[in-house]
């Protein structure tokens, strides 16, 4: 049983209530906890030694990835983040100098994005450091986007350039709040997640919850340059395309609205975020599955994003 | 280095922002995200194999435990549980039957306290278990109790027994969210903690919170039965009363309110609560410092709590 199995099964009858306006299943738990006009988020998300980095990562950066990693999902809801609260389970070689160091991290991205460190707890797990963060936020509720909205015929929009985070960008990415924000406040943005599986991965997740499919054009889709050096420098390596299909933790932002918006919003992109690359990737068409079309033609994508526990 | 001062190194210039109300130093994080007349609380609380429970727990208790230690920070504040997530760290060997009655365990008691599960996410630790449960509840804004309220001339009360929650107590404790909400409602209580490091380590807590002192009388604190069998069974053991004052996992309630109520609060409590012993252990004192009256006399009180990496 892989991860999405047992999930789908633990998943399947979980206590709710009249809080609940989204629950498993999205970036963030949507709670209703009655402030006027706003839906509460929440979220958690923990990073382990040896899985999520290694002891080669410096302090600063693991700090950074385990809340970047919250910020970012809550990016992809276009909300605010507010306060967090951080689980530090130590080895039992923990330096104390290394902690305040991983606390710098959290603390310097906590600042720049508003959000506050409310608190948290330190146990003990003796083999590997393992760092955990919840998160709430909040979004008006009318402009709460969820992964289940895309409509056939609305064009597919990616930020950034994909793949090859693995060679650095997976501990200093910079979650796209402000982008998110912005799309949300100016278009009406029908479906969005934030890539941690993978673009196929995290494409075939909206596509479930949006009951639709797909279909990408491969020239469209943005290579990073990590993806691009990776494919030169180890012949055996995948080509780079696959590695910006495939690969997970790019933390970009994956989102449709109708293709007449489609214009309009690159035009205002340009001058909103004249720094950071917006490519439409594709289309949402009435037909599920997710399809490829590239110079040799038209073909089914087998290609699955990184699935924790493959 | 202990737990307790890295804490404090780590609490010492946390990010804030104007939602924080009470940040880390309290059961729970206390936020004002705008709802009318009433406080969003947040807490977070992990569980590892081998430090707080061993292989011979059966999962339902450790899905029990964790979500029960969250339910308990939100009563120590006489707040109401909304929802909580679940961060599952699984070791190379997990079984989904052994997960799935983690979750039994987690389920069962988030029903019978109206919490939902609203998500959460599972990761490996390959070495041993590890479960975190993350908590959203609210409570008004007037009746929020925080530990920093005792006042010189209190009385002090304690829910329940007190010790030896080792010997099984600690898998099956019932969090006394009725019973905070009921005091918080009727009696205007000072200060309160739920009992998780112990009697004498969690009023050194509140004291510390309140700049006051305490004065316990030995005679009146409750001990359960696990801790006087354990004192008969084991020639080397500690008193029972020691491990009253120094045991840790009671889950029970320790409050003070103005000496005034003392008795309405007993006659109240009884016919409420007819089957849970509420005693009064003795007084908040203007002097810092925790003592202990006995028959020997009073002396100063150096039993710590149980300090998890002490």
Redesign the interface.
């Known amino acids: ?1 892989n ?1 999405l199995e ?2 789908a ?3 399947r ?5 009249a ?2 306006v989204t ?3 999205d970036d963030c ?1 949507v ?1 209703d ?4 006009g ?1 839906y ?1 988020l ?7 030694e ?3 980095f290694t002891s080669q990562a410096r302090p600063e950066q693991i700090g950074h990835k385990a809340l970047g990693r919250c910020l970012s999902d809550i990016a992809a809801m276009a909300g605010r983040p ?2 967090a ?1 951080v ?1 530090l ?1 130590l080895p039992n070689n923990f330096s ?1 100098d290394f ?2 160091r991983i ?1 710098t991290g959290i ?1 310097c991205l ?2 720049r994005h ?15 450091l ?1 760092l ?1 963060i ?1 998160m ?1 936020g ?1 979004v008006a509720r009318d402009k709460c986007i969820l992964r289940s909205g895309a409509k056939a015929g609305d064009a597919l929009f990616v930020t950034g350039e994909l793949g090859g985070s693995i060679a650095g960008r997976h501990l200093e990415f910079e979650p796209r709040l402000s982008e998110a924000q912005w799309l949300a406040a100016h278009f009406p943005i029908h479906a969005m997640i934030d890539l941690s599986d993978g673009l196929a991965g995290d494409l075939r997740h909206v596509l479930r919850a949006s009951r639709v499919g797909a279909e990408l054009l491969g020239r469209a889709i943005p290579i990073s340059r990590a993806a691009k050096l990776q494919a030169r420098a180890e012949s055996s390596s995948k080509p780079p395309l696959l590695s910006a299909l495939g690969d997970g933790e790019d933390f970009e932002l994956l989102f449709s609205l109708a293709s007449s918006h489609a214009v309009p919003l690159l035009d205002g992109w340009k001058k909103q975020f004249p720094e950071l690359r917006l490519s439409c990737i594709g289309r949402i068409t009435a037909e599920p599955g997710l399809k490829l079309r590239d110079k040799t033609g038209i073909r089914s994508l087998e290609t699955h994003g990184y699935v ?2 493959a």
Do not use: W
Request: aromatic share 4%; proline share 4%.
């Open positions: 049983m991860e047992l999930i099964r633990l998943t009858a979980l206590p709710a209530n809080s609940v629950g498993a299943g738990a709670l906890c009655g402030q006027p706003r509460l929440f979220k958690t998300d923990a990073i382990v040896g899985v999520h507010l306060a609260l689980t389970a104390a902690i305040e606390y603390n906590a600042q508003g959000v506050a460190i409310a608190g948290g707890e330190t146990t003990r797990n003796p083999e590997r393992l955990s919840s709430v909040d924790h526990f």
